[in-house]
């Protein structure tokens, strides 16, 4: 017998489920699923380990089926259906994270549409913490009320949804998710296009992430709450700031943020402002989009406005004068609470943004300052702030290798990618 498959057998099951959860971190999504996939036929005692791994999270994408048409993702979805709810499989036990996104349009031709798919499929999760459904189609093509199906929405922690068309039965289902920590929606409204004033905060009270897609909902799930973690359409905020938007209800959740993405660019001036950044007064973790090149005194200006708090910013623009380097030092310099500072400049390639021709810089505060240029960002998502750095850890460290390693593990968590750093 080899040696490996000796120390293999020697190892107890306790320190595969260990080795084999980790893929969850180290590799991609598909990469993880393909492993696991072969891990199954390994031995029966593997097979045992690793099922509940590989069905524990289900994606499904359109650009992820094996056909490139609606046809294709339709087939897709209803094998994955099928199989998860055969009754000698009994896999659905093991889904603890249900992520489909169904594209704009699907043929008529088929029996089922893929609403009714899924009504077929959540009734059958009796584990499920994560919910991310995305209807790209027609506004009423799916009806929220379908969420009812599931057996047990008290274990829910994350919600994501597209549009929400009927905000009754929409709070109605909040309202028998006490666990939820987690929520995203692009847009919440009735049945007759109007918007609710407010969630009440009595309402899912263990709330602590939101991403908002649009003014009105920032509005009327922050009012009340103590919301650590915020993700934002930044032009939305400052168009209804600007109109007149009673910020007063908000003074307290902005107060408590402790990491707040701004999406979406903004100009400097914009930026500057005392209604749009002061107000998070105790963030730590600042992400923000600015359409401008950025000077030295131009961070000044930031560092005398913002948070006097903040320990990790990540900062995208149009570019850097007189360079990368001289505006980290400025900002170090102005800023002492800052210990890591990321830096994205766009680059376009005939007019659009090109995420990898743009330059990316991760500097960390030191005596001198160290820099490393050999890591791809994406802008971030509330996701990555979820489990925010170890600051103390952080501290202590002089090797940019072992700030690396570890900034990218267990410092920052991610959703299903390491924080937002794209691997070459």
């Not at 043929?107 to 059958?124: A, F, K, N």
């Not at 027609?138 to 829910?156: F, H, I, T, Y």
């Not at 400052?238 to 903004?266: F, H, R, T, W, Y």
């Not at 200006?301 to 623009?317: D, G, H, T």
Request: net charge negative.
């Amino acid at each position: 017998m080899p040696l490996f498959q000796r120390d293999y057998l020697r190892l107890p099951n306790e320190i595969l489920l260990m080795i084999f959860s980790s893929f969850d971190d180290e590799y991609p999504s598909r990469n993880r699923t393909r492993t696991l996939h072969t891990l199954l036929f390994v031995s029966r005692r593997v097979h045992a380990i690793v099922k509940p791994l590989l069905y524990a999270c289900i994606v499904l994408y359109p650009e992820d089926c094996c056909l490139d048409s609606h046809l294709g993702y339709r087939l897709c979805l209803d094998s994955l259906v099928s199989g998860l709810t055969a009754d000698r499989a009994s896999i659905t036990a093991f889904v603890q994270d249900l992520d489909v996104t169904i594209p704009e349009y699907v043929d008529d031709g088929i029996e089922r549409w893929p609403g009714e798919t899924l009504d077929v499929l959540l009734p059958h999760l009796p584990n499920l913490r994560k919910l991310t459904l995305y209807y790209l189609g027609r506004k009423d093509e799916w009806p929220v009320s379908g969420l009812a199906w599931l057996p047990n929405p008290a274990q829910l922690t994350l919600l994501q949804l597209h549009i929400v068309h009927d905000y009754p039965a929409f709070l109605a289902f909040l309202r028998v998710c006490p666990s939820l920590e987690y929520l995203a929606v692009v847009m919440v409204q009735d049945k007759n296009g109007h918007v609710p004033d407010t969630i009440p905060p009595d309402v899912v009270p263990r709330l602590r992430s939101v991403c908002c897609g649009s003014d009105f909902l920032y509005f009327c799930i922050l009012a009340g709450r103590h919301i650590e973690n915020i993700d934002m359409v930044a032009c939305d905020i400052i168009s209804a700031i600007s109109d007149g938007a009673d910020m007063d209800a908000l003074a307290a959740p902005m107060a408590v943020a402790q990491s707040v993405v701004m999406n979406g660019e903004m100009d400097l001036e914009d930026v500057l402002r005392a209604d749009i950044v002061p107000p998070y007064s105790h963030v730590k973790f600042l992400a923000i989009q600015i359409s401008d090149e950025i000077d030295v005194d131009d961070v000044h200006a930031m560092c005398e406005r913002w948070p006097k708090e903040i320990c990790y910013l990540f900062l995208q623009c149009e570019g850097f004068l007189p360079d990368h380097d001289t505006i980290a030092e400025a900002f170090f310099s102005a800023m002492p609470s800052l210990l890591i500072l990321d830096t994205l400049i766009n680059v376009c390639n005939n007019g659009v943004v090109s995420t990898a021709l743009s330059r990316c810089s991760r500097y960390f505060r030191g005596s001198p300052m160290e820099k490393d240029t050999e890591i791809k960002f994406r802008f971030p998502s509330y996701f990555d702030f979820q489990e925010p750095f170890g600051m103390d850890e952080v501290r202590g460290l002089t090797s940019v290798a072992r700030r690396q390693r570890l900034t990218e593990s267990s410092l920052i968590a991610s959703h299903k990618s390491h924080l937002f750093t794209i691997h070459s």
